[in-house]
């Protein structure tokens, strides 16, 4: 990884794949698995260090 935002960038894509599967997925706990990850993954992404709106100066 070249940059803190791009694993946050990846973190995010590999977040919404696992809510797609989680869309498609017919075993219950399967779905709540790959939601419960993708959820983990957002926030994880949040914190990786990339610039979010609260960290850029409106001035």
């Known amino acids: 990884m070249s940059a803190a935002g791009e694993s946050g960038r990846e973190m995010r894509a590999r977040a919404a ?3 797609q599967a989680a869309e498609r997925a017919t075993d219950p ?4 698995r790959l939601k419960d990850k993708a959820r983990q993954l957002k926030e994880q ?3 990786a260090g990339g610039t979010g709106k609260r960290d850029i100066d409106p001035i």
């Not at 706990?29 to 709540?32: F, G, I, L, W, Y």
Request: charged fraction near 50%; hydrophobic fraction near 10%; aromatic fraction near 0%.
């Open 17 to 19: 794949d696992l809510e």
């Open 29 to 32: 706990q399967e779905r709540q």
């Open 45 to 47: 992404s949040e914190h």
